[in-house]
C-alpha cells in the first residue's frame, strides 16, 4: 500500500493538495492515479509520459508543469509524491 500526496505549487507555497491510497501500486496503471488525483483537486488531467512514471517509481516523485497540460492552468506545478 502506498499513499500519494499531490501539491498544486503556486510561488514556491503549496495552495492545494490532495493524498489518495493505492492498495498495489502498479505503474502500468499510474495514468489512472493520476486521473484520480486531478479530479480530486479539480483540475484538468495533465498527460503522463514515460519520464514521470519512472520519476515517480525511481524516485518517488514527479512533477507536471504546465507545459504537460493540454488545457490552460494557473498554477506553476503539480508534484506527485510517495509519502507511504
Same mark, same amino acid.
Given at each position: 500500500m502506498i499513499r500519494i500526496w499531490a501539491k +498544486?505549487? +503556486?510561488?514556491g507555497k503549496i @495552495?492545494?493538495?490532495? /493524498?489518495?491510497? @493505492?492498495? !498495489?501500486?502498479d505503474y502500468h496503471i499510474f495514468d489512472e492515479y &493520476?486521473? /484520480?488525483?486531478a479530479y $480530486?483537486?479539480? +483540475?484538468?488531467?495533465? &498527460? @503522463?509520459l514515460d519520464k514521470h512514471i519512472i520519476?515517480?517509481?525511481v524516485y518517488k516523485s514527479t512533477r507536471f508543469f504546465k507545459e504537460d497540460f493540454v488545457e490552460s492552468v494557473d498554477f506553476e506545478k =503539480? &508534484? =506527485? /509524491? !510517495? &509519502? $507511504?
Open positions: +498544486i505549487i +503556486i510561488d @495552495v492545494k493538495s490532495h /493524498e489518495i491510497t @493505492v492498495q !498495489n501500486y &493520476v486521473r /484520480e488525483i $480530486g483537486l479539480d +483540475i484538468p488531467t495533465p &498527460v @503522463v520519476d515517480f517509481t =503539480l &508534484v =506527485l /509524491e !510517495n &509519502v $507511504g
